[in-house]
């Protein structure tokens, strides 16, 4: 379970720098589903001792270089936007109950 929606928020962040592109047939929700299993795989590889231990950004970073080249945009995509891309895991929006669901918990807790 999560606080932060962070489908909702890749999918934005994807559908702000893919349709600059006039890529409108990539499904960014796929895009982003893939990208969590891409995720998934590389630390998958790490518990297994195929890799050896890297950083999150580092396994976003990879994760999202093969879907750019698997969804046709790699060339397309300027540096400073496949960035913001890649570290919008950074800046993920909260579901909308969930600063208030917080609070509560604190007021019950202390």
């Known amino acids: ?35 969590a299993a891409a995720y998934a795989d590389g630390i998958e590889r790490i518990h297994n001792g195929i890799t050896s231990f890297t950083t999150v950004d580092a396994l976003n970073e990879a994760a999202l270089q093969l879907l750019l080249k698997k969804y046709g945009i790699a060339e397309k995509i300027t540096p400073k936007a496949r960035e913001e891309i890649s570290f919008a895991w950074h800046k993920l929006e909260p579901w909308p109950d969930a600063v208030s669901g917080i609070e509560l918990l604190k007021k019950i807790i202390w």
């Open 1 to 35: 379970m999560t606080v932060a929606d962070w489908r909702g928020s890749m999918i934005q962040t994807l559908n702000q720098h893919i349709s600059q592109l006039n890529q409108t047939t990539i499904d960014t929700a796929q895009f982003a589903d893939d990208w």
